[in-house]
């Protein structure tokens, strides 16, 4: 009867058994150094201890701003899996309230933890004054503290702004990747040369100042090419041609195009000055392009590249064209009448004719060329639908490129962008090149198939293909080859072609990630641990 009461290898409930486990949340942001991601740690370490709770899912946003949940991956990532039932714990321990978010709209930071709620799991705040046990006092101390939150965000931006515009006005860079032809130079309190950064580096003591300087002889000559050539009557597409023709490497390590010399020719910065506050997005929201009269600049703060004659001649054609501008209906008048003249009309085929807008000014004004078409009633020939998808495929890529380097820490974050898609940079001096392939249909064999094609500049590395699935909206499945495998012209590949050609495929990002971790290891020096 003794061993009767006795339950041998008593094991709890299942439910139970998870509201013993729990998930740890950790973000630090740039701004606040003393909430480290190992303090944080250490701290939600002992609420565990104390409260007997097993910590085996970790969560983490570093150097992310909690003002939005736009790229917080670690956030993300924890409600999808509390809403997908792929959850196996009963809380998430968090810091304090400010971890979890400075939402300027403190409805948002609670709708996160309320998805929490609905799913069965806890919200705790370990170093917070109260219990989050869902009483009414709790529910006022987390507003405030949400209030608190937001509000000490604002207070920060506007003491950063404030100081940040006394530097620039003393003529120090306040800024991050200067235009082509220019560098950063850091100096020390007293003065001191400590070296140039490169791209992607940044000055780690606050008593430490960037000047902007004068790049090397050879781009200083192209920038005042540029200048001159646009003065003397050269259009920003035909200057960009001629770059690319050239074979002349730019700061971005992408083809030249008409943007980035517009950029360039409205660049004060050629002329000596540095100029703070063009642009402006208060606490991530939208970008707002400010007035001259609030631009802060920094006179004479570098050495002068373009003389200042030339700067002025090409803001004065710059304002003309802009006076000038043809209005929308005088422009499809212009369109209407060249496709009547040609008979055709084509990006190539707008810019061949002297005197006629640019493809580039139909496609800023209307979107796209395929608007301007439209709107005259011209129907290309062939099929152009995928031009209405681009956008779709530039975000996979992007989503998939950050997905990848927040998991591989030794692959660079900035994504290199191409043509043919975009890369990413990896500490041994290779790179990942990523490429989304869209379905269509072969005609011939009835069957859905995708044209493979390597890009026009191939680099060392990894290239992964992404296949899109038959409506072009979710990807298929990721192919993984060497670059140099890419075939040089365009390939049609089947189902059959990809079983047979590439064996080495994955059915989720997650998948592909763990595929490339691994395959990262197998280099020397770059093993993951």
């Not at 409260?51 to 999808?80: M, P, W």
């Not at 192209?222 to 200057?239: D, N």
């Not at 570098?302 to 030339?310: K, S, Y």
Request: glycine share 8%; with cysteine; hydrophobic share 40%.
């Amino acid at each position: 009867m003794g061993t009767a009461l006795t339950v041998p290898n008593a094991r709890l409930p299942r439910r139970r058994e998870r509201e013993l486990r729990a998930a740890q949340y950790v973000r630090m942001s740039t701004d606040r150094q003393q909430y480290s991601i190992a303090n944080q740690m250490a701290v939600i370490a002992g609420y565990a201890a104390e409260h007997r709770l097993t910590i085996v899912r970790t969560y983490i946003d570093e150097g992310i701003s909690g003002l939005r949940i736009n790229n917080r991956l670690g956030l993300i990532g924890l409600i999808n899996d509390v809403q997908s039932g792929a959850a196996d714990f009963g809380n998430v321990l968090v810091r304090d309230v400010s971890r979890w978010g400075r939402f300027q709209d403190t409805d948002e930071s609670a709708y996160y933890e309320f998805i929490c709620k609905l799913a069965g799991v806890k919200v705790l705040y370990c170093a917070e004054v109260f219990e989050n046990d869902g009483s009414p006092m709790s529910g006022l101390w987390k507003n405030m503290k949400r209030l608190m939150a937001a509000e000490t965000s604002r207070d920060q931006s506007a003491k950063v702004f404030a100081g940040q515009s006394r530097i620039a006005g003393l003529g120090y860079w306040v800024g991050g990747r200067p235009g082509f032809g220019l560098r950063r130079e850091l100096i020390d309190s007293t003065g001191k040369s400590r070296g140039f950064l490169e791209t992607g580096q940044q000055k780690t003591l606050q008593t430490d100042r960037v000047l902007l300087r004068a790049g090397p002889p050879d781009e200083i000559a192209i920038v005042r090419w540029i200048f001159e050539s646009f003065v003397g009557g050269r259009e920003e597409t035909a200057i960009a041609r001629e770059l690319n023709a050239r074979g002349v490497a730019n700061h971005r390590r992408v083809p030249w195009n008409h943007q980035m010399i517009g950029r360039m020719l409205r660049n004060e910065n050629y002329t000596g000055n540095t100029v703070y506050f063009r642009t402006s997005n208060y606490l991530r929201g939208r970008r707002i392009f400010n007035t001259k009269a609030k631009w802060i600049r920094g006179v004479d703060a570098l050495e002068q590249i373009v003389p200042r004659n030339v700067f002025d001649a090409a803001q004065r054609i710059i304002e003309r064209r802009i006076r000038q501008r043809l209005s929308s209906d005088e422009l499809l008048k212009k369109l209407r009448v060249l496709q009547h003249r040609l008979g055709t009309l084509s990006h190539n085929a707008i810019n061949r004719v002297k005197g006629a807008p640019s493809a580039d000014l139909y496609e800023r004004r209307f979107g796209s060329l395929r608007n301007a078409y439209a709107l005259i009633g011209y129907v290309p020939d062939g099929d152009y639908s995928y031009l209405e998808t681009r956008g779709e495929r530039i975000s996979l890529i992007k989503q998939l490129a950050a997905e990848i380097a927040t998991a591989l820490p030794n692959v660079d974050p900035d994504l290199i962008a191409e043509r043919a898609g975009g890369c990413l940079a990896v500490k041994d001096g290779s790179f990942i090149s990523l490429r989304v392939v869209r379905s269509w249909k072969h005609s011939q064999r009835h069957c859905s198939a995708w044209t493979l094609r390597r890009g026009s500049k191939t680099r060392p590395g990894t290239a992964v293909v992404v296949r899109l699935d038959e409506q072009n909206k979710h990807p298929l499945d990721y192919i993984v080859v060497p670059a140099g495998s890419l075939p040089e012209r365009p390939l049609i590949m089947t189902d059959a072609v990809v079983r047979k050609r590439y064996r080495l495929r994955f059915k989720t990002a997650a998948e592909l990630i763990h595929g490339l971790k691994r395959k990262l290891a197998r280099k020397p020096g770059l093993s993951h641990h």
